[in-house]
């Protein structure tokens, strides 16, 4: 691409820096920092980093809670053509070494808290061969003055690997999805036209920033020229603390979120003033958020997207279209298709194809599964849907193949729960399932057949299942049966047992 058709993330904070300079870019823990000040830590990071000698491409993993490091590394791995690999910190260790391996780092950053979890993980890797703690040794990475840090941006290109997440299991593994600068900018530009972002506006950081929606709104309020108000831990008073002390405009949301802030309004004498709020935007059921803007007198936003593609592709206020995800987003191409891939007409059900620029480089080092992934020129979500005459999307769940449960906004695939149930010596089959949660929006819950001649305490296998996966992951729920139904292959009948066993959740 010729230069002069490039806008690198790196951009973006210049940009900032130049035009709304004294606005404030970040407040965090009582500090703030302008967006001269935020570019000025920036570009001493990206001088500082550039020392280290290290090539383009370079994967540089992050496991730690929300910090203004994360806006930092945005823009020093942009100018650098480094690769950020944001890890989800509430992994297990062998889930934590999954992502090390997959990725192969050079550079590892964490948070004090992960130090003890993360250390012998760096010292076992030859790979790594720089580690920070941001409590620590990390401002050490910051030059005194950041005077070549322009010139070095010049080299940045957006379509290079900026960003890799990792998505729930495929084929049994989570897979690295690749996002590009170009994937942001875009993602976060129709982000910052729906919403109205702008310098005047104030993000609530709730969101992980290993979360493809945290890093959507946080980098889309950034480029809009707004503040960034960042909370490295959840807590219904001190969110309600900072919407007003900020003036918060925004904020993303994933059950329990709202249900526990609207617990904490309840139980005070004086409501809260939330006047600044004007938009959350997330998952929800449909009473909660009614309460919610009845509450607040912001909206709720429905949406609908994936990491694998740079975040939201639907998004409307969510009474426009009751029971829809929201309507397709400017930048998408979006069909519902049958498994041959044709087009269905309206109202019908298949399964949610996308293509365009927001649809994410592919998966880290799988080439197989990025050919079938991206076969016939559409990324294939596998999700179910059905599109509706003016363009809203009503999601109707995984294929069976893919089926997902989501608890809290997490995403869960059955077979990573499933592989760790049956590692109990005294477990022989299991089948999992997501069922309904008024708390997490949903639960999981599995039904074991148990080996001849063992028990296991319901107790005993959630606690084993979560040495070996995240705390997300473990089972809510277990039934113990004799024997699980098998379709005429002689496979488990999950279909059957989901509907067995979901009633009376």
Known sequence: MNKTHQLTIFDFFHRNAL??????????????????????????????????????????????????????????????????????RRLGEDELAHALDDTTPQVAIYDNEMKDTILPLIQDRTG????????????????????????????????????????????????????????LILANLQLMHAYGLDKTKAYLNILPLFHIMGVNIGLGTLMAGGKNVIMDQFSPQSSLDLIREQNV???????????????????QDTPPDLSSLEIVSGLENPETAELWEAVTGSKFWIMYGQT???????????????GSAGRVSPLVRMVVADDLDNALPAGSTGEILVKGPLVFKGYWNADELNAFTFRNGWHHTGDMGQLDENGYLYFKGRKPEKELIKPGGENVFPAEVENALISHEAVDKACVFGVPDTEFGEAIKAVCT???????????????????????????????????????????DRFAIKEMYTKGQ
Request: net charge negative.
């Open 128 to 183: 790594i061969v720089h580690n920070f703690n941001l409590a620590e040794n990390f401002s050490s990475l910051y030059a005194p003055e950041p005077r070549d840090a322009i010139d070095l941006a010049a080299g940045s290109d957006p379509d290079l690997a900026y960003i890799i997440i990792h998505t729930a299991a495929v084929q049994g593994k989570p897979r690295g999805a690749v996002l590009s600068q170009t994937n």
């Open 450 to 492: 148990l080996n001849l001649g063992c028990t296991v305490e319901e107790k005993e296998l959630v606690a084993f299942t979560g040495t070996l996966i995240a705390g997300f992951k473990k089972p809510k729920f277990i039934v113990f049966v004799d024997q699980l139904p098998l379709t005429s292959a002689g496979d488990i």
């Open 249 to 267: 405009s925004i904020f993303g949301s994933f059950p329990p979120i709202l249900g526990r802030i609207l617990d904490c309004i309840k139980s």
């Open 308 to 322: 694998e593609t740079s975040g939201l592709i639907t998004f409307s206020p969510v009474f426009e279209a009751p």
């Open 19 to 88: 035009m709304n300079g004294p606005g404030c870019a970040l407040y965090f823990n009582g500090e703030t920092r302008s967006h001269s000040e935020l570019f000025d830590d920036a570009c001493r990071l990206t001088s500082g980093m550039a020392k280290l000698n290290l090539p383009a491409g370079t994967r540089v993993a992050v496991v730690a809670k929300n910090h203004p490091a994360f806006f930092h590394l945005f823009a020093a791995c942009s100018a650098l053509n480094f690769c950020l690999v944001l890890i989800n």
